[in-house]
């Protein structure tokens, strides 16, 4: 037993200390910190009015907007676990999270009835639905009613530091999604090496854009901001408009925002990044998944020096290793660490270990493992999963890589992507990467699929950029002497879009789906 301290306090002191600031803004609305925790407090009592308490579990489907951004504060002010979903999660997805969690709650905004109803029938556990614009269905209340019925709870339920807070669902790419457990203790440190090596300087001064789902990685995201009383802005709706989000940089000033490549490759694409001014950013931030090089040097050269990589999975919180903007370089510099996702981060030590849980020196390729207080206690009720993902002592994360002799990591791809082709491994990733260096290639995905006489062989899905047509030889001819041969895939065919799965990931097994339906595998 470590007592620590809530998570709800750094809501609770930003508030004291500031309280007339601007802490979210949405739309035309503005809330000050005083208004958001006064609204916290009040919905945190009327769910401890209806019985819900700590060790509770509080499943939360809704788009982003003021109600999802209070109810994590609500559920940890009375030692509740926030159960967050990814909104473009489809009903039975959603239904599956609630049960396996045993929600006592269901939180919906109204534009997902399917979802909720689906929640309701797969779930006995509930005894309370909440609606976000409306009642949440028979017996129900919506979150206005809690928070204007509510009396205020004042003081946080004490926690020890392995308390869970929060259950980060996986995005489930390889079969059914897992619950890691976000404790107390391990998000305060979290929230600290967010702040340290990733925006160092964040104040009430600063200003974050918001243009991701707070319940995924753009949520931890924002708990630094609360912590240190930088206001979030709200994009006013769930699709990324990228001139309003650069209208809304200039118009807040924003100093910093996270992303994902997709987003930020769409940012740096669009014409409205040279109509508005974006001198305010000091931190653009990018993690999720991998980003090619060409795609970084087009943001540097939109952006400037403010781009700031990490790399770390949900189950870690994000924290694994850092690529801070001095470490990024618009030039092939030899001297630059090309192709890095950073060094590892502030108290996490990494390692890549052999199948046999021994560490490999440096520049020899194996699993990416990793230990420190931002690893996760464990993924909910799955004692098997955790078997495997702590075996030898260290949290497994499935991404294959290196470490360089300076202890700066880069990532190969997953386990289950790499392939052998006549006896030697291919990692998908380094062929995706020379293919995108081709002008004409806008993504890329490279799979393994049987062949008689090599064992496996790569097939490259290509999507093209916009006007312009992709000849299969040419980019073929590409990759002579920037990729060994046995590394090309055997064929490129070309398609308009590649799919993603709900968290904007593109699933490799649904790549091969596609491909064998379609004859091209």
């Given at each position: 037993m470590i007592p620590t301290s809530n998570l709800a306090s750094l809501l609770l002191q930003t508030a004291r200390r500031l309280p007339d600031r601007p802490g979210l803004v949405w739309r035309d609305r503005s809330w000050s910190w005083a208004e958001i925790a006064q609204r916290v407090m009040a919905a945190a009592g009327s769910?401890?009015?209806?019985?819900?308490?700590?060790?509770?579990?509080?499943?939360?489907?809704?788009?982003?907007?003021?109600?999802?951004?209070?109810?994590?504060?609500a559920c940890w002010l009375i030692g509740a676990i926030w159960v967050p979903t990814n909104f473009r999660l489809s009903p039975p997805e959603v239904a599956f999270l609630a049960s396996n969690a045993g929600?006592?709650?269901?939180?919906?905004?109204?534009g997902f009835p399917e979802h909720r109803e689906a929640a309701?029938?797969?779930?006995?556990?509930?005894?309370?639905?909440?609606?976000?614009?409306?009642?949440?269905?028979?017996?129900?209340?919506s979150w206005e009613d809690l928070v204007a019925l509510g009396v205020p709870v004042t003081e946080t339920e004490a926690v020890d530091r392995d308390?869970?807070?929060w259950l980060f669902y996986t995005s489930g790419t390889t079969g059914r999604p897992k619950g890691g457990t976000l404790t107390h203790?391990?998000?305060?440190?979290?929230?600290?090496?967010?702040?340290?090596?990733?925006?160092?300087?964040?104040?009430?001064?600063?200003?974050s854009l918001v243009v991701a789902p707070l319940s995924h990685g753009a949520g931890v995201h924002a708990l630094a901001q609360v912590a240190r009383g930088a206001v979030s802005v709200l994009m006013p709706g769930e699709r990324l408009e990228v001139p309003e989000a650069w209208r809304l940089v200039e118009t807040h000033r924003v100093s910093n925002m996270f992303t994902v490549p997709t987003i930020l490759n769409a940012l740096c694409g669009d014409a409205s990044v040279d109509a508005f001014d974006h001198a305010s950013l000091r931190h653009v931030i990018y993690a999720g998944a991998p980003m090619y090089r060409e795609d970084q040097k087009h943001a540097l050269r939109k952006l400037g020096p403010c781009l700031v990589q990490y790399f770390g999975l949900g189950e870690v919180t994000g924290n694994i290793a850092v690529l801070p903007p001095e470490w990024h370089s618009l030039d092939d510099d030899p001297a630059m660490p090309i192709g890095s996702c950073g060094y590892p981060r502030t108290g996490i030590e990494i390692a890549i270990l052999d199948a046999a849980h021994h560490r490999l020196p440096a520049n020899e390729t194996g699993e990416i493992c990793v230990r420190g207080p931002a690893v996760m206690a464990g993924y909910f009720e799955n004692p098997s999963a955790n078997e495997k993902a702590f075996a030898g002592g260290w949290f497994h994360t499935g991404d294959?890589?290196?470490l360089d002799a300076r202890g700066f990591l880069y990532i190969t791809g997953r386990q289950s992507d790499m392939y052998i082709s006549g006896g030697s491994n291919v990692y998908p990733r380094e062929v995706e990467e020379a293919l995108m260096t081709h002008p004409a290639v806008a993504e890329a995905c490279v799979v393994g699929v049987p062949h008689e006489k090599w064992g496996e062989t790569g097939v490259a899905v290509l999507v093209a950029r916009d006007g312009v047509a992709i000849d299969p030889a040419a980019v073929m001819a590409h990759l002579d002497g920037r990729l060994g041969r046995y590394k090309w895939p055997s064929r490129i065919v070309v398609w308009d879009a590649l799919p993603r799965s709900g968290y904007g990931k593109v699933p490799k097994n649904e790549v091969k789906r596609l491909l064998a339906e379609r004859g091209e595998g």
């Open positions: 769910l401890r009015a209806r019985g819900i308490g700590k060790g509770d579990r509080v499943l939360v489907h809704a788009r982003n907007g003021n109600a999802i951004f209070e109810s994590c504060w929600c006592r709650v269901h939180v919906f905004d109204n309701r029938a797969g779930n006995p556990a509930c005894v309370l639905e909440v609606g976000i614009g409306q009642a949440g269905g028979a017996g129900g209340v308390d869970p807070a203790g391990q998000l305060a440190f979290v929230v600290v090496n967010h702040i340290a090596d990733l925006m160092p300087g964040l104040t009430e001064r600063d200003a294959l890589g290196h």
